[in-house]
């Protein structure tokens, strides 16, 4: 009733203000009688359920609204949610349509054709399960539960870690660590004995100085990272953004260094040499906390702002005048470490050198620069003790990637390709929530690694790539109708974040908890799963951190007081998580193990003539290819159109939005064309593809063929030594205007 | 300097240029023209006492002003995309806007258009037995018959017969105003630079009498008045010409934007249909031919007249659709 | 009271999260907007400038969508907002061909659709979408005749530029430089 009151009042007042004209229109009874206008519901008096986006894996806490039928009408952000602030990023609020998508995966299905061809039968969740458990025990009888694998990503992994821990198999990997950021993670641990994770605790908010190192934040749309940068712009802050292409983050900044790709070493080098020579590095800081400056000094003198200018193709005076702000602004410059990092295949030195150079910054610990996070982490609802897998993926990796702190994706994958005779067969394999056909490189590889296995579920939303080679589809709900567990992160403001469902699974769908528990049970796993509903799990551990489901349900998040200093108390003995208790810049593992123990400059490869770089990235309006088919984020950007400078585009004779097909220099050519958007954002020498399109699955009807997929051009993988992370940006390509399938195509 | 939409915006109609008015509209502006041309020569023609020499311009000609402002009327409503709620246009009357007060013109002139041959019945009827034309003359003779069987249409139709020349001098004014607003109708939107010009609302009026002049020169089986209407219609295009020299100047004179829709035609896209085919078509070659008709020289009379009235209707697709084009903003 | 904005175009990075807010606000069918993003680039590599406008109906001081429009559809409410009515709109067009910023479009049941400023949400004290989900928060909204207002002290403050002024329209949307 209030609704229609207040279109009543406006509409009198409409006519009193705009008054102009002889209107007789006053009849909107008649027209009423027809079609009512339907005002959107109040938020201060629509229903509204808290929620975890995973959208992408920021992770923001929100609060869905219903409509006044109870439908899912919107997403906001949580307003005490430090992860978001209240604001979600266009994917969280653009989060109804992974929830609306028609071409969602709805019932359970069994392969009938050959892996790779889209044949399925749909089938009953029961006889699904029986077939999975069946296939597992035959696995189990020749090969062991050790066999199976799991490849997972987001908030549905956990349910199935569980699983495959109960299991007694201990093959676990994501895309987010070799394919992300492991090799960030690696060399911060080197250096401060300790990681970054998510979100990262980069302290912009009380920065001046912000080094951004081919993080193109704003294309990246992680929402902290976002929030931060923009307040630290209007507090006059500096912006250094070192990126082959004029990012949107470039465009913020005060300082834009077009550096030539895969020389960043060579920069951040030249960067120490100048604060450590000038010494405007801070050197009370350096004496109390590092370890091996006069190692690094006697390192870096010989790469000079003149040798990098050579190689960076930037200019030493440039190179000089940066290193000089973010000195002149330090403690509060952070350089920031990025998310993404597996680039060139010595990624590990090359965070290991953005590392350092905040340790010689002064930045970490201090304010404006890194501060310490802390983290709220109820305890596990109470199970029996785990068996101990025989083997894990530690034992095939951990010796020669010393760093792999986590499962290796592309080594997982390795250990089930034919060919491999070791003794760590991987045979079986559960994909989660993971397209890992886009996410992880060497495709080929990847597929004859899914032909070889004798099991692959594949637990999803969508029927993305992966579900072709499946032998089992799972259809898993949204975020928006299950429970998961507890967002606990690592934050500045310690804290805890609910998902609870906000509608009722569609078709057929079931939440990742209720999947793995009927799998866990029918492989005779029940004693783990004392539980039957997953709020009793939720309930149970918020209690035992003051809280409960009930009052969650009304608050979404939680926020605890810090217990532990946010910043190195400078009047303490303060000891790092090293070998030598001080930062480490000069790594005693690494020399012990062989690896360099401080960074050195390596030559990358060249574009063969007639190629370029090819730099991918991101839109900010999605998360690589999990949201290109979501219909709203759809309909925000249907296509990562292909960057390419005016120069190239003359010698090609390409227009704007002409069509045209990618070959790097292996020969491989991209099943579908990308739009070509000519731009000067872009160097000559590089071209600029978005991530996540041009999805082979014609079964995600809106993206389906829409622009060529990166991930097709990335044949050339380098492997970082110390993570066995995945070096993805040594391929180059070369621009084709004229169809390649044409005499192919039936 | 790159300018593109970051976020995509594929709604029909809005990109790279506003095109939602196609050729209904241009039909609607030409039809809403014509017929103010037809009552116009008919208006004055009657006024100056010439009913008798001109009986096709007077009398026979506005017989089809009504069907055709009723088809403009039909394009309008066909082109409107809520057309269930077409009603509302006539629950308000908003002088500012000129798709309002068209509307209005429209009703009255068409009720006008519609009194102006029913008071004519008897002279039609006569002209219609004079050229042995006996099926139609059964329309004539029953509404003659209807007329007379009832009080109220009697009483309106002796009224107008009556008052006519009173309804004469409002038909005047009512059909010019037709006819500029079939201009103005443009020039009234800002946004477009190319019809944001005062010269628009006479142009379109005296293309839109050419057209009229033009309609009777084709249909009417009388010599003299063919003759008269080319002479009227060779002055009608010399205005039309310097009307449409003056727009042009006075749009290079102005703003860039301004230069910008100017240059459509004078190098741009539609230099070759606008000077080509519709100056030397639509009014250039008929102009010649109907000089020569009016030296002696034998011309199938129809040739300039559908000249004239083919060139009219192009002149408006034109206007319209390169109207659309001329925008602020342009995308690329 | 008039109200407007103003847009900080040295935050915002284009997300398009206004675009969406603005969708499942106000039901925006799928393949419409009534907001969007522009992308500006200046200059030659390396030397460039780059800058991104979220747009909306700028609700124009002068009006005219609101003087083109033949049934009053069209019209104007308290604080200035420009509003349709959907049940008096016939779907002529000839607002759509007035507004020099491609603000309104045909929604696909007929009737001319466009930015409400949310004027539903104003009444609870809240932002517009935009505004409120903004990420970088670019966007102020307020009152312009308060000169106490942030988007008033923040035009005072700081040098601005409204879009296609020349078109005579009166634009309500700023832009901070």
């Known amino acids: 009733m209030d609704n229609i009151n207040r279109r009543d009042f406006i509409k009198i007042s409409s006519v009193a203000t705009a008054g102009m004209a002889l209107t007789w229109s006053g009849t909107s009874f008649v027209s009423d009688l027809l079609k009512g206008e339907v005002v959107p519901l109040s938020e201060s008096i629509a229903k509204k359920v808290p929620t975890v986006c995973e959208v992408c894996f920021w992770n923001c806490a929100g609060w869905a609204y219903l409509d006044r039928d109870d439908n899912l009408q919107k997403i906001k952000g949580n307003a005490i949610d430090p992860h978001c602030n209240g604001r979600l990023c266009p994917r969280g609020t653009g989060g109804v349509g992974m929830y609306a998508d028609e071409d969602r995966l709805k019932k359970p299905m069994i392969r009938e054709g050959k892996p790779g061809e889209q044949k399925f039968r749909e089938v009953s969740w029961d006889e699904a399960i029986d077939h999975i458990v069946k296939k597992m025990k035959g696995i189990e009888a020749k090969h062991g539960r050790e066999a199976m694998a799991l490849l997972h990503h987001g908030k549905t992994g956990p349910h199935f870690e569980f699983l495959f821990e109960a299991y007694g198999s201990g093959n676990i990997a994501e895309p987010a660590g070799a394919q992300c950021l492991i090799t960030r993670e690696a060399g911060f641990i080197t250096t401060y004995g300790a990681g970054l994770a998510s979100p990262e605790p980069t302290d912009t908010r009380n920065a001046d100085c912000l080094v951004?190192?081919?993080?193109?934040?704003?294309?990246?749309?992680?929402?902290?990272?976002?929030?931060?940068?923009?307040?630290?712009?209007?507090?006059?802050?500096?912006?250094?953004?070192?990126?082959?292409?004029?990012?949107?983050?470039?465009?913020?900044?005060?300082?834009?260094?077009?550096?030539?790709?895969?020389?960043?070493?060579?920069?951040?080098?030249?960067?120490?040499?100048?604060?450590?020579?000038?010494?405007?590095?801070?050197?009370?800081?350096?004496?109390?906390?590092?370890?091996?400056?006069?190692?690094?000094?006697?390192?870096?003198?010989?790469?000079t702002p003149e040798w990098a200018a050579a190689i960076t193709t930037l200019s030493a005076a440039d190179i000089r005048k940066t290193a000089k702000v973010m000195a002149g602004l330090a403690p509060k410059t952070i350089v920031h470490p990025g998310r993404h990092t597996a680039w060139y295949g010595d990624d590990t030195q090359r965070t290991r050198a953005i590392a350092i150079l905040n340790a010689l910054l002064g930045s970490w610990g201090r304010v404006g620069g890194f501060y310490f996070p802390e983290r709220i982490k109820p305890p596990h609802y109470p199970h029996p003790q785990m068996p101990k897998p025989k083997w894990t993926w530690k034992d095939y990796t951990k010796e020669k990637h010393k760093m792999a702190i986590m499962g290796i994706t592309n080594i997982v994958i390795d250990h089930a390709l034919p060919?491999?005779?070791?003794?760590?067969?991987?045979?079986?394999?559960?994909?989660?929530?993971?397209?890992?056909?886009?996410?992880?490189?060497?495709?080929?590889?990847?597929?004859?690694?899914?032909?070889?296995?004798?099991?692959?579920?594949?637990?999803?939303?969508?029927?993305?790539?992966?579900?072709?080679?499946?032998?089992?589809?799972?259809?898993?709900?949204?975020?928006?109708?299950?429970?998961?567990?507890?967002?606990?992160?690592?934050?500045?403001?310690?804290?805890?974040?609910?998902?609870?469902?906000?509608?009722?699974?569609?078709?057929?769908?079931?939440?990742?908890?209720?999947?793995?528990?009927?799998?866990?049970?029918?492989?005779?796993?029940?004693?783990?799963?004392?539980?039957?509903?997953?709020?009793?799990?939720?309930?149970?551990?918020?209690?035992?951190?003051?809280?409960?489901?009930?009052?969650?349900?009304?608050?979404?998040?939680?926020r605890y007081s810090k217990k532990k200093p946010l910043y190195i108390n400078e009047n303490e003995e303060y000891w790092f998580n090293t070998n030598t208790g001080k930062i480490e810049l000069y790594s005693t593992d690494f020399a012990e193990w062989g690896y360099d123990p401080m960074p050195v400059y390596?030559?990358?490869?060249?574009?063969?003539?007639?190629?370029?770089?090819?730099?991918?990235?991101?839109?900010?309006?999605?998360?690589?290819?999990?949201?290109?088919?979501?219909?709203?984020?759809?309909?925000?950007?249907?296509?990562?159109?292909?960057?390419?400078?005016?120069?190239?585009?003359?010698?090609?004779?390409?227009?704007?939005?002409?069509?045209?097909?990618?070959?790097?220099?292996?020969?491989?050519?991209?099943?579908?064309?990308?739009?070509?958007?000519?731009?000067?954002?872009?160097?000559?020498?590089?071209?600029?593809?978005?991530?996540?399109?041009?999805?082979?699955?014609?079964?995600?009807?809106?993206?389906?063929?829409?622009g060529s997929a990166d991930y097709e051009m990335l044949t050339n993988i380098k492997i970082d030594p110390e993570t066995g992370g995945t070096g993805m940006r040594n391929n180059f390509v070369t621009l084709l205007t004229e169809n390649p399938h044409k005499n192919i195509e039936s | 300097m790159e300018q593109l939409l970051a976020t995509d915006r594929h709604i029909h109609g809005l990109y790279p240029h506003v095109d939602i008015w196609g050729f209904p509209i241009s039909a609607y502006l030409f039809l809403g023209g014509l017929a103010a041309g037809i009552l116009v020569f008919a208006a004055i023609y009657y006024l100056l006492g010439r009913e008798k020499e001109m009986p096709f311009t007077v009398k026979i000609a506005p017989?089809?002003?009504?069907?055709?402002?009723?088809?403009?009327?039909?394009?309008?409503?066909?082109?409107?995309?809520?057309?269930?709620?077409?009603?509302?246009?006539?629950?308000?009357?908003?002088?500012?806007?000129?798709?309002?007060?068209?509307?209005?013109?429209?009703?009255?002139?068409?009720?006008?258009?519609?009194?102006?041959?029913?008071?004519?019945?008897?002279?039609?009827?006569?002209?219609?037995?004079?050229?042995?034309?006996?099926?139609?003359?059964?329309?004539?003779?029953?509404?003659?018959?209807?007329?007379?069987?009832?009080?109220?249409?009697?009483?309106?139709?002796?009224?107008?017969?009556?008052?006519?020349?009173?309804?004469?001098?409002?038909?005047?004014?009512?059909?010019?105003?037709?006819?500029?607003?079939?201009?103005?109708?443009?020039?009234?939107?800002?946004?477009?630079?190319?019809?944001?010009?005062?010269?628009?609302?006479?142009?379109?009026?005296?293309?839109?009498?050419?057209?009229?002049?033009?309609?009777?020169?084709?249909?009417?089986?009388?010599?003299?008045?063919?003759?008269?209407?080319?002479?009227?219609?060779?002055?009608?295009?010399?205005i039309e010409l310097f009307f449409i020299v003056h727009m042009f100047m006075g749009m290079e004179a102005g703003a860039e934007v301004y230069k910008q829709a100017a240059h459509m035609f004078l190098?741009?896209?539609?230099?070759?249909?606008?000077?080509?085919?519709?100056?030397?078509?639509?009014?250039?070659?008929?102009?010649?031919?109907?000089?020569?008709?009016?030296?002696?020289?034998?011309?199938?009379?129809?040739?300039?007249?559908?000249?004239?009235?083919?060139?009219?209707?192009?002149?408006?697709?034109?206007?319209?659709?390169?109207?659309?084009?001329?925008?602020?903003?342009?995308?690329? | 009271m008039r109200l407007g904005m103003a847009i900080d175009i040295t935050k915002c990075v284009g997300?398009?999260?206004?675009?969406?807010?603005?969708?499942?606000?106000?039901?925006?069918?799928?393949?419409?907007?009534?907001?969007?993003?522009?992308?500006?680039?200046?200059?030659?590599?390396?030397?460039?400038?780059?800058?991104?406008?979220?747009?909306?109906?700028?609700?124009?001081?002068?009006?005219?969508?609101?003087?083109?429009?033949?049934?009053?559809?069209?019209?104007?409410?308290?604080?200035?907002?420009?509003?349709?009515?959907?049940?008096?709109?016939?779907?002529?067009?000839?607002?759509?061909?007035?507004?020099?910023?491609?603000?309104?479009?045909?929604?696909?049941?007929?009737?001319?659709?466009?930015?409400?400023?949310?004027?539903?949400?104003?009444?609870?004290?809240?932002?517009?979408?935009?505004?409120?989900?903004?990420?970088?928060?670019?966007?102020?909204?307020?009152?312009?005749?308060?000169?106490?207002?942030?988007?008033?002290?923040?035009?005072?403050?700081?040098?601005?530029?409204?879009?296609?002024?020349?078109?005579?329209?009166?634009?309500?949307?700023?832009y901070l430089k």
Not at chain 1, 265 to 291: F, G, P, Q, S
Not at chain 1, 533 to 556: A, H, N
Not at chain 3, 69 to 88: F, L, M, Y
Not at chain 3, 131 to 155: A, I, N, Q, R, W
Request: net charge negative; aromatic share 12%.
């Open chain 1, 212 to 303: 951004l190192i081919g993080n193109h934040i704003g294309e990246n749309m992680h929402n902290g990272h976002v929030q931060d940068m923009s307040h630290l712009i209007e507090q006059g802050g500096t912006v250094i953004t070192v990126d082959p292409r004029f990012s949107t983050a470039a465009g913020h900044s005060k300082y834009w260094l077009p550096i030539k790709p895969g020389t960043d070493i060579a920069l951040l080098l030249a960067w120490m040499n100048v604060i450590i020579n000038e010494e405007i590095y801070d050197k009370e800081y350096v004496e109390k906390y590092t370890y091996g400056f006069d190692l690094l000094k006697d390192h870096v003198q010989k790469y």
């Open chain 1, 419 to 558: 060919e491999y005779k070791g003794k760590h067969k991987i045979k079986g394999m559960f994909i989660t929530a993971t397209n890992i056909i886009q996410s992880v490189p060497d495709v080929e590889k990847t597929k004859r690694a899914l032909q070889n296995l004798d099991l692959v579920v594949v637990v999803d939303t969508m029927p993305s790539e992966i579900t072709g080679y499946a032998d089992v589809i799972l259809p898993e709900a949204t975020y928006l109708e299950r429970y998961d567990h507890l967002r606990t992160s690592h934050h500045k403001v310690p804290n805890i974040a609910l998902r609870a469902p906000v509608m009722k699974p569609r078709w057929e769908t079931k939440p990742g908890w209720w999947i793995a528990r009927e799998i866990g049970i029918k492989l005779g796993l029940e004693k783990y799963y004392p539980w039957k509903d997953f709020e009793e799990v939720l309930d149970w551990q918020l209690k035992q951190v003051g809280t409960s489901l009930e009052e969650m349900k009304k608050i979404g998040v939680k």
């Open chain 1, 602 to 706: 390596k030559e990358k490869d060249e574009a063969p003539v007639g190629f370029f770089n090819l730099i991918y990235g991101r839109v900010p309006m999605h998360t690589f290819g999990r949201t290109t088919n979501n219909p709203n984020l759809y309909d925000l950007k249907e296509e990562g159109h292909l960057w390419v400078h005016p120069k190239v585009a003359k010698i090609y004779g390409i227009e704007s939005g002409q069509e045209v097909w990618l070959k790097n220099q292996d020969g491989k050519i991209s099943t579908f064309p990308s739009k070509v958007r000519i731009t000067q954002r872009i160097s000559p020498t590089s071209v600029y593809l978005p991530h996540g399109f041009g999805s082979k699955s014609k079964k995600l009807s809106r993206t389906y063929g829409k």
């Open chain 2, 63 to 238: 017989i089809f002003a009504f069907p055709i402002i009723m088809l403009g009327l039909f394009l309008l409503i066909f082109d409107l995309h809520h057309k269930l709620f077409v009603w509302q246009l006539f629950l308000a009357a908003r002088p500012e806007s000129p798709m309002s007060w068209g509307a209005w013109t429209l009703v009255i002139v068409s009720v006008f258009s519609l009194l102006w041959p029913l008071s004519f019945v008897d002279s039609i009827d006569d002209y219609l037995i004079k050229r042995g034309w006996s099926k139609m003359t059964k329309v004539t003779e029953a509404i003659i018959k209807f007329e007379h069987k009832w009080i109220i249409p009697h009483f309106i139709i002796m009224s107008f017969r009556k008052y006519r020349k009173f309804f004469a001098v409002v038909l005047l004014i009512y059909s010019i105003i037709l006819g500029i607003y079939t201009g103005i109708l443009l020039s009234a939107f800002n946004a477009h630079p190319l019809w944001n010009n005062p010269i628009l609302g006479p142009l379109f009026l005296t293309s839109g009498v050419s057209t009229g002049s033009a309609f009777v020169m084709w249909l009417s089986d009388n010599h003299k008045e063919r003759l008269l209407m080319s002479a009227i219609d060779m002055s009608l295009i010399a």
């Open chain 2, 267 to 332: 190098g741009g896209e539609f230099t070759a249909v606008f000077w080509g085919v519709f100056v030397g078509l639509g009014l250039i070659l008929p102009f010649t031919l109907e000089a020569l008709e009016l030296r002696g020289f034998h011309i199938p009379t129809a040739l300039p007249a559908l000249l004239i009235l083919a060139g009219g209707l192009l002149f408006r697709i034109l206007m319209v659709s390169a109207g659309q084009m001329s925008e602020y903003a342009m995308f690329p």
């Open chain 3, 15 to 174: 997300c398009g999260d206004c675009v969406v807010a603005c969708q499942t606000e106000n039901n925006v069918p799928i393949g419409y907007s009534r907001d969007w993003i522009m992308e500006f680039v200046e200059g030659d590599f390396p030397n460039l400038n780059l800058h991104f406008e979220t747009q909306r109906c700028n609700h124009c001081e002068d009006t005219p969508c609101v003087r083109t429009c033949p049934t009053g559809a069209s019209h104007v409410i308290e604080g200035g907002i420009v509003k349709v009515t959907h049940n008096e709109c016939i779907g002529c067009g000839a607002c759509i061909e007035a507004c020099p910023y491609d603000a309104r479009y045909f929604h696909p049941d007929g009737y001319v659709d466009k930015c409400t400023f949310c004027d539903h949400r104003l009444e609870d004290g809240l932002d517009p979408a935009c505004v409120s989900v903004c990420p970088t928060e670019c966007m102020h909204f307020g009152d312009l005749d308060d000169p106490g207002s942030e988007v008033s002290k923040l035009l005072k403050e700081r040098e601005n530029y409204s879009i296609i002024p020349e078109a005579g329209t009166k634009p309500q949307i700023f």
